[in-house]
T-cell receptor
Framework: AQSVTQPDIHITVSEGASLELRCNYS??????LFWYVQSPGQGLQLLLK??????LVQGIKGFEAEFKRSQSSFNLRKPSVHWSDAAEYFC???????????FGTGTQLKVEL | DARVTQTPRHKVTEMGQEVTMRCQPI?????VFWYRQTMMQGLELLAY????????DSGMPKDRFSAEMPDATLATLKIQPSEPRDSAVYFC?????????????FGPGTRLTVL
C-alpha cells in the first residue's frame, strides 16, 4: 500500500523568506502526487499535482513542486512567503490511474512578520 | 464559483444519537468522497462513489456508518449510534471523474462533537 511521510510537523519562516516543505512517498510504481493547503476552519484546496511529464510542476499562489523519482520525494517550494500562506499543507499520493488519495500527516506553516 | 457544500457545519450530539451529514457536490461532478480528519489519525478516506454507486467503503466502520447518494446532487453520511470516538471533522469532496489526475474539490467540512 502507498504511504506518504511529511517529516516536518511545524515550520516557521519569516515573511519574504523562501520555503520548502518535504514530502516522501512509498509506492511501487509512479504515483500521482498532490499538494493541498488547508486554512483554519476550511476545507482543502489543491495547490498543484503531478502525474507525468515535466518533473517541476507549477501551481497556484506561486507554489511549485519537484518530483524526484530517485529520492521518492515531491517537495513543495515557494521563493518568497507571504503572511497569508500560513496554513497547514498536505501531501497526498494516489496510485496511477486511481482516485483514492492517501494523505500525509501535514505540515503546519507559521509565517513571522 | 462552484463549490461543494456541506451541512451542518457544526453538530453537537450525545452518545447514542443518530447523526446525518449532507453534501452537495459540484454540479456535473460524478465522483464523491467522504473523509474524516482527526488529530490522531489525520485525514482518512471513508468511502467514495462514482455515478452514485459506492466504489469503496473499506475505510468506514460498517457497523455504525453508512453512506449513500440518493441522487446526483446529494450525498449523505450517517452514523447510528454515534460514539465519542466519532468526534472529528468530516469532509466531502467531489471530482469530475477523470482517472488518476482527478482534482478533488473539498467542502468546508462538518465538525462533529459527540458527548
Amino acid at each position: 500500500a502507498q504511504s506518504v511521510t511529511q517529516p516536518d510537523i511545524h515550520i516557521t519562516v519569516s515573511e519574504g523568506a523562501s520555503l520548502e516543505l518535504r514530502c516522501n512517498y512509498s509506492y511501487g510504481a509512479t504515483p500521482y502526487l498532490f499538494w493541498y493547503v488547508q486554512s483554519p476552519g476550511q476545507g482543502l484546496q489543491l495547490l498543484l499535482k503531478y502525474f507525468s511529464g515535466d518533473t517541476l510542476v507549477q501551481g497556484i499562489k506561486g507554489f511549485e513542486a519537484e518530483f524526484k523519482r530517485s529520492q521518492s520525494s515531491f517537495n513543495l517550494r515557494k521563493p518568497s512567503v507571504h503572511w497569508s500562506d500560513a496554513a497547514e499543507y498536505f501531501c497526498a499520493v494516489a496510485p496511477g490511474g486511481g482516485n483514492k488519495l492517501t494523505f500525509g500527516t501535514g505540515t503546519q506553516l507559521k509565517v513571522e512578520l | 464559483d462552484a463549490r461543494v457544500t456541506q451541512t451542518p457545519r457544526h453538530k453537537v450530539t450525545e452518545m447514542g444519537q443518530e447523526v446525518t451529514m449532507r453534501c452537495q457536490p459540484i454540479l456535473g461532478h460524478n465522483t464523491v468522497f467522504w473523509y474524516r480528519q482527526t488529530m490522531m489519525q489525520g485525514l482518512e478516506l471513508l468511502a467514495y462513489f462514482r455515478n452514485r454507486a459506492p466504489l469503496d467503503d473499506s475505510g468506514m466502520p460498517k457497523d455504525r456508518f453508512s453512506a449513500e447518494m440518493p441522487d446526483a446532487t446529494l450525498a449523505t453520511l450517517k452514523i447510528q449510534p454515534s460514539e465519542p470516538r466519532d468526534s472529528a471533522v468530516y469532509f466531502c469532496a467531489s471530482g469530475s471523474g477523470q482517472q488518476g489526475a482527478d482534482t478533488q474539490y473539498f467542502g468546508p467540512g462538518t465538525r462533529l462533537t459527540v458527548l
